[in-house]
């Protein structure tokens, strides 16, 4: 029954768009199913189906196994699909906001984000407010009282590191974190939360010679503060094919002084783990290693 299991397929439509900077437009997607929407954690992802260039709306049926009937049809007939993060659920208003990276016309949700119109439709896959119990689709549970964080993220992983901080910045007695987030352009740097114990290190590709994306993250990870890594450090990673699988390592229990939480574009994300566990022998439980898009591919 669709109105107890953890994610449904809601309708949605675009309502307004507000660009937060000049590469990341925050969309309001509003229609009475968003009423049913919930959210669980700041990196809550969602599947967003969009309408093909032909014009062909979403239908997608509001089954169970949804994926499975999406898979199910032709590749030529699908309409896209992407995963986001929820930035905002407003339920009380039906509105629901996510942030785009307007990367260009090469990909399908990154045009349609340029190009949407107020009333243009999408459907998404999202947790369900009826559900019985919470249903995953978030990385981000970090220990009660950590003694250091840390967070790495291009602007694909910012909505969510931001709403990371907002949570962070709420508690009464805030952890020491430091963060690094690369961006395109110095006006992409948003203003995030504050508190004593937080640093933040924004790393501008266009100030230093516009890098690859994810060059300037991998090299940062030489200068975060980390904890004392093992004398047993790795000799052998198992090997990831990022062409085939999203590399997606999570950190196990949620104890421990140390908790990293770090997401991007993937061979950046397989260079930061080579660097954290083989070279410098951080404990591996300790840190969440998440690939959310692939340069030069497409991850559905
Ligand atoms: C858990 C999770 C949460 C995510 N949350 C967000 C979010 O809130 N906001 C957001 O913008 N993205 C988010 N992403 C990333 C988003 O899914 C990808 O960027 C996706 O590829 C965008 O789809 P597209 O149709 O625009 O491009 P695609 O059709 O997937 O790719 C077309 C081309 O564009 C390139 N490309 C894709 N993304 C980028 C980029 N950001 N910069 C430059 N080139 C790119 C690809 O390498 C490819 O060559 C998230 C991903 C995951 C896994």
């Given at each position: 029954m ?8 809601f309708?949605?439509a ?5 660009d937060?900077t000049?590469?990341?437009?925050r ?8 009423a ?8 809550q992802r ?5 309408p093909?260039?032909d014009?062909r ?5 509001d089954?169970?196994?949804w994926?499975?009937?999406y898979?199910s049809?032709?590749?030529?007939e ?14 009380d208003?039906a509105?629901?906001?996510?942030e785009?990276?307007l990367h260009?016309e090469?990909g ?5 984000a340029?190009?949407?119109q107020?009333g243009?439709k999408v459907?998404i896959?999202a947790p ?6 919470i249903?995953?689709?978030f ?6 009282d950590?003694r250091?964080v840390?967070?790495?993220a291009?602007e694909?992983?910012?909505p969510?590191l ?6 962070l910045?709420a508690r009464?007695?805030?952890p020491p974190c ?5 961006v395109a ?10 508190w004593p114990?937080?640093?933040v290190?924004w790393l501008i590709?266009?100030?230093e010679?516009?890098?690859r994306?994810?060059?300037?993250l991998t090299?940062a990870?030489?200068r975060?503060k980390?904890p004392?890594?093992?004398d047993?450090?790795i000799?052998e990673?198992?090997t990831?094919d990022?062409d085939?699988?999203?590399p ?6 949620t ?9 991007g574009e993937?061979?950046?994300i ?9 070279e410098?022998?951080?404990?591996r ?6 690939g ?9």
């Amino acid at each position: 029954m669709s109105h107890t299991r953890p994610y449904r397929i809601f309708n949605a439509a675009f309502a307004r768009a507000l660009d937060v900077t000049p590469h990341l437009r925050r969309i309001t997607f509003a229609g009475p199913e968003i009423a049913e929407m919930a959210t669980w954690a700041p990196d809550q992802r969602i599947k967003i189906f969009f309408p093909t260039d032909d014009g062909r709306v979403p239908n997608m049926p509001d089954v169970e196994d949804w994926y499975a009937t999406y898979k199910s049809v032709p590749v030529a007939e699908r309409v896209p699909m992407r995963t986001y993060t929820i930035r905002n659920l407003r339920a009380d208003q039906a509105e629901v906001d996510v942030e785009f990276v307007l990367h260009g016309e090469n990909g399908p949700a990154s045009r349609w984000a340029t190009h949407a119109q107020p009333g243009d439709k999408v459907q998404i896959s999202a947790p369900n407010r009826r559900a019985e119990k919470i249903g995953g689709g978030f990385e981000w549970e970090p220990p009660a009282d950590p003694r250091h964080v840390l967070l790495m993220a291009d602007e694909t992983a910012i909505p969510a590191l931001a709403g990371i901080l907002e949570q962070l910045a709420a508690r009464q007695s805030p952890p020491p974190c430091e963060v690094f987030a690369e961006v395109a352009d110095r006006a992409d740097a948003l203003v995030l939360p504050t508190w004593p114990g937080l640093t933040v290190h924004w790393l501008i590709r266009q100030e230093e010679g516009d890098p690859r994306p994810g060059d300037l993250l991998t090299a940062a990870i030489n200068r975060a503060k980390l904890p004392a890594g093992s004398d047993q450090t790795i000799t052998e990673l198992e090997t990831i094919d990022i062409d085939a699988t999203v590399p997606w390592e999570l950190a196990k229990g949620t104890e421990g002084a140390f908790y990293a939480w770090i997401a991007g574009e993937s061979e950046a994300i397989m260079s930061i783990r080579r660097i954290l566990i083989k070279e410098r022998g951080i404990d591996r439980s300790l840190l969440n290693l998440m690939g959310y898009w692939r340069f030069g591919k497409v991850y559905e």
